[in-house]
């Protein structure tokens, strides 16, 4: 069958994300959202365990791709540079991403169980990234603290950028966030 | 009623862990729970929303003692000290209570939805530390960024309590966790 739903993933995660803007998160259904790809509630469930992992599609190959970039920076870079180096190449990646992202966005914040979903996942990430870390060597408590620290401000940098006029790059605003998170903790 | 159930709201959270532990989260009822307390369902309703909530019976209460803290730490303290210090006092706080708090660990440990519920209950006081910080003045992202750090620093610093021996002092691990952000966050 995939052979007549080219895309048929992109297209329902694009479907989800009008529907829930339009309606609201809790009033749509997969059946709404299939219809509006022009695909099959089955198909839907074949992609996605439910109407909320539409919004994570990528959380997955995303988490793996920063721990494999973790894991190729120089070993002599301090954790948290190591960590920082891993998460900047997501400016790029979400550059042409800004008006779907602030859109998923608002809907996240409009729904608790989303929110808890998206906390968890950004848990997982920082998880990863203090495997990652202690992979390299690095030890606890550091490992952990230096993922944290380095998820946290990617999180504020990310908020920044989805709130702002779009003009600033987000890997230019991440950096700005890990000087400052860098001057903060300097107790300045 | 409430003169026949003296700390029904205390009675009913350690009869709910008890069960978690024994039985496990999922299996247990709101019944067996209020049943376990010697109290009814209908007084179970009235402390907590639901069993999930029957965890976290403390949390909005902890947030307000915390942002006051805050708000008291002295005017010359930088942020992230001020964080430190509004978060110092809970190691007295769970000084007696490290078992209770092991065991609640591995229960939460074990089910997602406990874990998204606990992550937003820390996203939460996060966001009003960071509030409290702007209240003093701090400009944004330093606000958001030294109350997230602050708060994985605790998270961390609890896990490393929870797992060891129970001899060293939880404000103690803080502390040094705290050190440990500082020396991490330097580059070093």
Sequence with gaps: ???WEPNGRGRLEQAALELY??????????????????????????HFADKREVLFGGAEALQELLVSRLAEAPASAAPIDAVA????????????LREPARLRQSV???NTELQERELIKLASLAAALAGALRG??????????AAE????????AFE?????????DLSEIARESLAELRSVTAGT
Aim: charged letters at 25%; glycine letters at 12%; a positive charge.
């Design 1 to 3: 069958m995939s052979r």
């Design 21 to 46: 803007v339009e309606r609201g998160y809790e009033q749509t259904t997969v059946a709404e959202i299939a219809k509006r790809a022009g695909l099959t509630e089955r198909t839907f469930f074949r």
């Design 85 to 96: 180096a891993a998460l900047d190449p997501l400016g790029a990646h979400f550059r042409a």
């Design 108 to 110: 996240i914040a409009a």
């Design 136 to 145: 390299r060597g690095v030890g606890e408590p550091a490992a952990s603290l």
């Design 149 to 156: 620290a380095g998820v946290a401000v990617f999180r504020v």
């Design 160 to 168: 920044t950028w989805i709130g702002g006029n779009g003009e600033r």
